[in-house]
């Protein structure tokens, strides 16, 4: 029988044209993290099971691929639960790792540390635009910092990068999850509701107003609560300053220091931003992992009409692995999203060298072969990329076919020379 050609469904293989823009993307990305002061680290594709499955990745805990016990402790005759069977998964986001790897060195990291990841993740999640089952993440977190200058030098960072592969006129929204829950408790919805009103409410840009309404009641919750609640998002959309609206009207659920705290963002951001992009306050926004414990963002491009990319605050994350709460907020880059709108419009990496391809010959001599050889080393070593390959005998499809790699000079060798 023969082999299957296709990758497994929802991952795919990367052609050239494609892998010189994701090169060229993650070089501006690190270059430009750097100047941040951000540190790359890098931690293993799979965690402890127990790691992945602590009920702080939301939605992504069900889309774990989980890895079979090896050698003499897999035993499927005697197993009868999953704990029996599975001890390893590959990782679904890149921020349990890293709470993990900082329990594991913080006495050999600098306070504040500032992290950069740049790798692969994997959920078992349905393909779609923009949704693979493999796909690159890249973050950038800061943990020890509890002051909101992480959460604008994250911003700023993200956005900076972002300006320099070319993207304007997209917005960062921003909300707070504090915000979220004295909206819930204003309204008369009971704490323990509250994660089922937000899962609701993170429709709305699908279903819209008058559809998470429907659903709150459908869910059972009193009418009075629900459109006491829809009236603060109808008093956001009408305010001239929706976080001091909010702040009025929720006096007495909501701490000043959270306001002030989004006011400060916000006024930092705006007034210090290099890139072209705007920065508002989304009360809608939810984010769906469990883990955030502040302030939340996420990244909206036009061209894609959802997210690409987000994050936020969360404080107890690493304290699950050392019994010790430590602030720490990230940033993650839709990395896949950017490159597939990259290659939507067109976009072309800007060369760095020149390129020039060696075109040699069918039965040139093998004693000349090492000048040629040599010519090529030298050029090199001018900056140069040169390409050595054997003439075809469709010289002129070659040549096409290396023009578009970018090749812009050819040189012959020819037996006869």
Known sequence: MALIKKPVTGMKDIMPDEMQIRDYVMQVIKETYRTFGFTPIETPCMENIANLSSKQGGENEKLIFKVLKRGEKLNLETARTEADLVDNGLRYDLTVPLCRYYANHANDLPNPFKALQMGNVWRAD???RGRYRQFMQCDIDIIGEPSNLAEIELILATTTTLGKLGFKNFEIRINERRILKAMAAYSGFAEEDFDTVFIILD???KIGLEGVAEEL???GFADASVEKYLALFDGVAKAEDGIAY?????AEFLDEEVVKSMQEIAASVTST???DFELVFDPTLVRGMSYYTGTIFEIAIPEFGGSCGGGGRYDKMVGNFTGK????????IGFERIIMLLMESGFQVPEQRKKIAYLIEKGYPGEKLASVIAQAQE???EGQQVLVVRMNKNKKFQKEQLKKEGYEDFVEFFNRD
């Not at 909010?246 to 929720?250: D, N, P, R, T, V």
């Not at 709460?325 to 993650?332: E, I, Y």
């Open 126 to 128: 349905r393909p779609q």
């Open 203 to 205: 429709k709305m840009d």
């Open 217 to 219: 009641k459908k869910a």
């Open 246 to 250: 909010l702040a009025g009207e929720l």
């Open 273 to 275: 931003k290099t890139a």
């Open 325 to 332: 709460d430590v602030p720490a907020c990230g940033f993650s």
């Open 379 to 381: 050029a090199r070593k």
